[in-house]
């Protein structure tokens, strides 16, 4: 279902999330759950993926995160601070120990002046640790924005996981 590069890197967070005890969510709106997909497309994947939020509108980034609406409207859904707040709401209403969470634009429409299609932030959180975000603009049409961010995503994770190990 996804590409092997995507599944390779999948198969590596997982590894490496699972060798080291650690578990990891998902918050997720541009992608609408490709991110979680990818990860739990690999078999074992249960031992590491503890949840995924599929959180499309600024409601449910509100209802299910608790991303504050005020941040909402200061600096919009694509934002690196509305990003960073989903990892950390993604980690307050879960029982990971890591999450990744991605809000962007697609496209083909949704652009602005300073937000162009493939406009994408890619958030993490770590328990008991920081929170942070990077920007990309990511080429291409719509699915290729999207995948393009899940494997951004992926790489994201395996940067953030803890050094040590809870086991």
């Given at each position: 279902m996804f590409p092997e590069p995507i599944r390779e890197l999948s198969a590596q967070?997982?590894?490496e999330y699972g060798l080291a005890g650690f578990m990891l969510a998902t918050a997720e709106s541009c992608t609408g759950g490709l991110i979680a997909g990818a990860l739990t497309d690999i078999a074992g994947s249960s031992k590491v993926v503890d949840r995924g939020f599929v959180t499309y509108t600024n409601i449910a980034k509100t209802e299910l995160l608790g991303v504050p609406a005020s941040l909402l409207h200061a600096h919009g859904a694509v934002s690196?601070?509305?990003?960073?707040?989903?990892?950390?709401g993604a980690l307050a209403k879960s029982r990971a120990?890591?999450?990744?969470?991605v809000t962007?634009?697609?496209?083909?429409?949704?652009?602005?002046?300073?937000?162009?299609?493939g406009r994408v932030y890619v958030a993490t959180a770590v328990r008991g640790g920081a929170a942070k975000a990077k920007e990309y603009t990511f080429p291409g049409d719509?699915?290729?924005?999207r995948m393009a961010t899940v494997q951004a995503a992926l790489e994201r994770l395996r940067l953030a996981r803890p050094t040590g190990s809870l086991r």
């Amino acid at each position: 279902m996804f590409p092997e590069p995507i599944r390779e890197l999948s198969a590596q967070v997982l590894a490496e999330y699972g060798l080291a005890g650690f578990m990891l969510a998902t918050a997720e709106s541009c992608t609408g759950g490709l991110i979680a997909g990818a990860l739990t497309d690999i078999a074992g994947s249960s031992k590491v993926v503890d949840r995924g939020f599929v959180t499309y509108t600024n409601i449910a980034k509100t209802e299910l995160l608790g991303v504050p609406a005020s941040l909402l409207h200061a600096h919009g859904a694509v934002s690196p601070e509305v990003a960073v707040a989903m990892a950390v709401g993604a980690l307050a209403k879960s029982r990971a120990d890591v999450t990744v969470a991605v809000t962007g634009i697609a496209g083909p429409g949704g652009a602005t002046e300073t937000k162009p299609v493939g406009r994408v932030y890619v958030a993490t959180a770590v328990r008991g640790g920081a929170a942070k975000a990077k920007e990309y603009t990511f080429p291409g049409d719509r699915d290729a924005v999207r995948m393009a961010t899940v494997q951004a995503a992926l790489e994201r994770l395996r940067l953030a996981r803890p050094t040590g190990s809870l086991r």
